[in-house]
């Protein structure tokens, strides 16, 4: 059973950092695309940023030049860097399989940016 743990979410200020990690067990995630999403109060869960496993990788627009995602097979960890962050950014943030989350859902990691 394949199991998915965020972390690394935290309250900051608008123009913070944080950096979000997922580890993945219970498979050998190399051969999987994977995304992060986030899903804010009140909203839908959407897609956030998608990692081939060449490394090629995808930002949905409103991150773009703010977020970067990567990857580390050997620890079967994928990870979210987030620079400049905006209160438009709260949200719980989760990773999975991209386009498409396969995996059941982990508990996601809260990032509250506030002043």
């Known amino acids: 059973q394949v199991q998915l743990v965020e972390s690394g979410g935290g309250y900051v200020q608008p123009g913070g950092s944080l950096r979000l990690s997922c580890v993945v067990s219970g498979t050998t995630f190399s051969s999987y695309a994977m995304g992060w999403y986030r899903q804010a109060p009140g909203k839908q869960r959407e897609w956030v940023a998608r990692?081939?496993?060449?490394?090629?990788?995808y930002y949905t627009d409103s991150v773009k030049g703010r977020f970067t995602t990567s990857r580390d097979s050997a620890k079967n960890t994928v990870y979210l860097q987030m620079n400049n962050l905006k209160p438009d950014d709260t949200a719980v943030y989760y990773c999975?399989?991209?386009?498409?989350?396969?995996?059941?859902w982990g508990q996601g990691t809260q990032v509250t940016v506030s002043s």
């Open positions: 999975n399989t991209a386009p498409s989350a396969v995996w059941n």
């Open positions: 990692i081939f496993s060449a490394g090629i990788t």
